[in-house]
């Protein structure tokens, strides 16, 4: 009962609310850069005959270079989760506690919706594009999509965040954030949309008007999300304490 306590009292500190507020502000930005890109491309090619690839790779890159500059801005205060799943894999590894990460969650949840909502009253006339799956596609295949996806941006998140990787990961950290991003966003664009994020795939469902296979960008991006977690934490890379260091040269070799 103390510890489910303490872990309350921790998730309401000054800390955590600033941490609250920057994933809102983090996840608001990407949202709103990577909808409205969608937004502006399906404006744009509009008029044309055939779908353009072009739309996929102008919505790629905006999500690629939005998280990155999300996770950027909010790196040093929250972690710079900006998505529940990434939220979600650092429960599961323990690198956060679940009473902060039910907090993250409705920030993210609440910043994707006024993202969308901010659009759809500031374009006149244009819909909230909601992420969906073609009718030859079956739900359990999408959430696997999603689910691999997902993994591999979380895993992605892992690796950045290691404190074994020193300077290079705190730098180079949000931009290979981005990058897995866009190139899933170009992988998987016209099967499922290429979300990984459910507070963006609910925003934009809550606002577009449709929550059809809405589990399909829950259900996976979650599963995924902890299998990185567990698998980068336990498996590929599990942590080594001072202590179990010790025998250990700098360059490898036991002394």
Avoid at 64 to 77: G, R
């Amino acid at each position: 009962m103390a510890s489910l306590k303490s872990r309350l009292d921790h998730s309401i500190t000054p800390i955590a609310l600033r941490s609250y507020l920057a994933e809102f502000i983090s996840t608001f930005l990407f949202v709103f850069a990577s909808v409205g890109a969608a937004m502006s491309s399906r404006k744009m090619m509009a008029d044309a005959a055939l779908p353009d690839p072009s739309s996929l790779a102008v919505t790629a890159m905006a999500n690629a270079f939005a998280l990155s500059a999300a996770v950027y801005i909010a790196a040093n205060v929250s972690g710079g989760h900006v998505n529940p799943a990434v939220t979600f894999g650092m429960a599961v590894g323990g690198h956060i506690t679940i009473p902060m990460a039910m907090f993250y969650w409705m920030a993210q949840m609440l910043a994707s919706v006024m993202a969308c909502l901010l659009l759809k009253t500031t374009t006149v006339g244009q819909q909230i594009p909601v992420h969906a799956i073609p009718s030859e596609m079956t739900g359990f295949g999408a959430a696997v999509l999603e689910g691999v996806m997902t993994f591999g941006l979380v895993y992605t998140v892992y690796a950045s965040a290691d404190p074994r990787r020193g300077a290079m990961g705190a730098n180079m950290g949000p931009l290979a954030i981005g990058f897995i991003a866009g190139a899933n966003v170009l992988a998987s664009g016209p099967f499922t949309g290429g979300s990984m994020n459910p507070a963006c795939s609910f925003g934009a469902s809550l606002i577009g008007g449709s929550f059809k296979n809405q589990a399909v960008y829950w259900v996976g991006p979650l599963i995924g999300a902890a299998v990185a977690g567990i698998v980068y934490d336990n498996v590929v890379f599990p942590f080594q304490s001072p202590d179990s260091l010790r025998g250990v040269s700098d360059d490898g070799v036991g002394v």
